[in-house]
């Protein structure tokens, strides 16, 4: 023991009485050995300390207690040792008054505040580099922990407990590389010199981490905290941790656990045990309170303790599944300007600017600039960059400018007279955003997963567009693929005056996709703030949709108007089975009980961002034509004089009653347009809210009196708002508020469709490669 805690430990004893007698009754302890799933443990009486098996300390009782780690609440004898963490956290190291080890140690914050390990797990470590010959451990607040209301650590002598030995001569076998085949210590995940095993014996949730740094260390901590659940009303999943310095490397146990009691303490019955497993009991030292239980207890009573009280299979099988799997990278257009303002997270506002073709930063010219993010200790990245500025909406009603928050890397290029800013991310953290971006980031958990599954295959389905491309044999990774696909994909069809036109996405060169409406909104981190939207992510992590053996083309747009659209109406003349014209209502019930026909705030305050709730009138809208002013329009966007608007003749319209062909009739020119956006842009400053509309002619009242009356306006009476093609976003929230499953909605939307988990890259090569 480190001399100055021997010291300390020592004159505490001497001048504290309760403390000296309750140390000296160790020697006197009652111990017996069993064999527990393949562990030998210690069952340990103190008849010092020894209760009846009625006494039960309530949650009532804690709560009327005085705090006893609290300063002021202290015995006047007790001492105190100072030891200062990371961040500013002080802590007062106490010899423990009631001891189970010798030299038992309360490591407690010196201020009160709830047990937690959130931002302290670096001190845990701190802790063990300075005094070696102890190990340190924490009882979660529903694990054992004995002031729950009060963050402390525990010290005990190192080997006290037969599980950190035995993990301890695992660590330090796979550490020399010896054959760890046959040992129960598996290899999970690794971050720098850091690695973090699954411990495959003894019981399930136990996981340990192996490190030589402390950084390294930390992230693996935070990620195998990341993967685990919170049960409801915890603030932490519920573990109990062990951490040590052998010397060289840091050694950390994290064992997970579903309860604080299995049901023998509550038992009357033959099985009742008066035990509350914390640290040490599920390290292999089980402390017996009472003596008729001490020498009645068996190892299936123990192992069946353990099971009920530690993570079932499934959970952890749920957590390595998590640690383990990976995501591809993908580039992100996000804003253009001759000065580009941005803030790396801790470091400021820094510019960049466009100087002689080259990027004119802090004094110096650059062909470009990259910044990388520090690694992530959490299943999804981190705020990593801020960009000032940045516009959205572009060309529809809802344009302006914002700043906004990012993970991932920036990379930022000169691209003739503009710079680019670039985001370089996981495909699930971006879909992490586009969710959140595309509606409110407190969307029903239901509604966030549908999306999360039809976002994931919106971009698989970018890669695999065509069974009839020739895919050139440079295009060898995912970011060149896209942005082939992408040179690929927009139609125009300009024949004499008949103008028809179908956009899928832009011709993207620098990037793999914009961050804007026509290829799906990504607004950073700005907008995902609800942890729903992670559980979404997390929930769905690789699912994707298909139909017979292909990935599906998965569209949506925010309202369908009561009946959703074909493919052909928007896009290329072909049909897809699992995207029909359908209503959007319950099976056997009319369109006027759609789902999408809803004004509850509440639904669509979830589905919507501000920026969208500014649109009230979707479902069905009104928009107001002066004819003059259309020919202007038609001028500035297509080049073509038409002179006054005569009238507008819908000359093909899908089943939902949007237009996919319109003759425009003026003074001098007749035109055809299409086909649904190009509609939608030519008679719009921004965009109609959709092609599905009736037209009528109004006098100076208002009143409607057809195409040959006196008309000196034309109103448009529409649906919907957007294409109307797969998924409708407001439907879906509202079957979601009814209580219909992830898997149910897209069901409805998708027809003939099924979900299916796969991996990013292998489905890639495996039909389009």
């Known amino acids: 023991m480190n001399k100055s805690i021997r010291r300390f430990v020592q004159e505490q004893l001497s001048t504290w009485t309760l403390a000296a007698e309750n140390f000296k009754a160790l020697a006197e302890v009652h111990v017996r050995e069993i064999e527990v799933n393949g562990l030998t443990v210690r069952l340990q009486f103190n008849p010092a300390r020894m209760i009846s098996s009625a006494a039960k300390l309530t949650k009532e009782d804690i709560a009327r207690r005085k705090c006893f780690l609290c300063r002021e609440n202290r015995p006047s004898v007790q001492m105190s040792m100072p ?97 760890t085949d046959d040992i129960p210590l598996k290899k999970v995940a690794s971050h ?18 192996s490190s030589r740094s402390e950084s390294s260390a930390a992230i693996l901590f935070g990620r195998l905290m990341d993967a685990a659940e919170i ?55 089980f402390i017996v309170p009472v003596e008729d239980e001490f020498h009645k207890i068996t190892p299936e009573l123990i192992s069946d303790m353990i099971e009920e009280i530690t993570v079932p299979e499934e959970e952890q099988q749920c957590i390595i599944c998590r640690l383990k799997r990976s995501q591809p990278s993908i580039a992100v257009g996000i804003m253009s300007a001759e000065d580009i303002e941005f803030e790396i997270i801790g470091e400021g506002v820094k510019k960049a600017s466009l100087r002689d073709g080259q990027i004119e930063y802090e004094g110096s010219l650059h062909k470009e600039l990259y910044f990388q993010a520090p690694p992530s200790d ?14 959205i909406g572009v060309k ?38 586009v969710i959140s971006s595309e509606m409110s980031a407190t969307a029903s958990e239901e509604f966030l997963k549908a999306h999360a599954v039809i976002s994931r295959s919106w971009v698989m389905a970018r890669m695999t567009a065509s069974d009839t491309l020739e895919v050139p044999v440079e295009i060898d990774n995912l ?23 179908w956009y899928d996405h832009d011709d993207h060169k620098l990037f793999d996709v914009c961050a804007d409406d026509h290829c799906q909104r990504y607004q950073g981190l700005s907008r995902a703030t609800g942890e729903t939207v992670r559980k979404a992510i997390d929930a769905t992590w690789g699912q994707v949709l298909m139909h017979d053996g292909s990935l599906c083309d998965a569209r949506f747009s925010k309202c369908c108007g009561g009946r959703m659209e074909a493919f052909s109406t928007c896009w290329q003349d072909r049909e897809y089975p699992y995207l029909q014209p359908l209503p959007d209502a319950p099976e056997h019930a009319s369109e006027s009980k759609c789902f999408c026909n809803t004004r509850d705030k509440d639904i669509l305050g979830q589905v919507l961002n501000n920026y969208d709730q500014e649109t009230t009138d979707f479902y069905r809208w009104t928009e107001i034509l002066d004819p003059v002013k259309a020919a202007a329009l038609i001028e500035r966007k297509f080049g073509v004089m038409t002179g006054r608007v005569k009238s507008l003749e819908p000359l093909e319209r899908g089943l939902s009653g949007r237009i996919s062909k319109l003759r425009i009739v003026g003074e ?30 109004i006098n100076d009242a208002g009143q409607a009196v057809g195409n040959d009356g006196e008309w000196t306006l034309i109103r448009l009476k529409g649906r ?19 209580g219909y499953t992830y898997k149910e909605i897209l069901r409805h939307y998708y027809p003939e469709s099924e979900i299916c988990f796969e991996n990013f890259l292998l489905l890639w090569r495996n039909n389009v490669l």
């Open 192 to 209: 720098g010199d850091a690695v973090l095993y699954h411990f495959d014996s003894f019981s399930t949730g136990i996981f340990v981490i």
């Open 720 to 738: 919907g708002w957007g294409h109307g093609v797969g998924l409708c976003q407001i439907g879906a929230a509202v079957m979601a508020s009814r």
């Open 83 to 179: 030891f200062e963490g990371s961040q500013g956290h002080s802590y007062d190291i106490l010899v423990n008054p009631y001891p189970i080890f010798p030299d038992h140690l309360v490591v407690a914050k010196s201020s009160h505040q709830d047990q937690a390990i959130s931002g302290r797990y670096g001190d845990m470590l701190m802790l063990v580099r300075r005094y070696p010959e102890c190990t340190f451990y924490y009882n979660g607040p529903c694990c054992g922990a004995s002031a729950p209301d009060h963050h402390h650590f525990q010290g005990v002598p190192r080997n006290a407990m037969p599980l950190e030995t035995r993990i301890d001569a695992l660590c330090s076998q796979a550490g020399q590389g010896l054959d």
């Open 378 to 391: 959490s299943l999804f990245a981190k705020p990593s960059f801020v960009l000032h500025g940045v516009t």
């Open 668 to 697: 001098l020119k007749t035109i055809t347009v299409g086909k649904e956006l190009e509609i939608r842009r030519i008679l719009s400053d921004s965009h109609l809210k959709s092609s599905a509309f009736e037209v009528e002619y």
């Open 396 to 433: 529809f009603h809802w344009e302006r400018q914002e700043n906004q928050t990012f993970a991932g890397d920036l990379r930022i290029i000169a691209d003739g007279s503009r710079l680019m800013a670039i985001n370089i991310i996981g495909v699930e953290d971006y879909l992490l955003s």
């Open 479 to 501: 970011p060149r693929l896209i942005t082939w696909l992408y040179a690929t994909r927009d139609v125009a069809i300009y024949t004499g005056d008949e103008y028809m036109k």
């Open 231 to 285: 049960p409801d009303g915890d603030i932490e999943p519920r573990i109990n941790l062990f951490s040590w310095w052998t010397g060289e490397e840091y050694r950390t146990i994290v064992y997970f656990r579903r309860c604080h009691r299995s049901h023998h303490y509550f038992s009357t019955g033959e099985d009742h045990l008066t035990m509350s497993p914390g640290c040490a009991d599920m390290a292999g030292v």
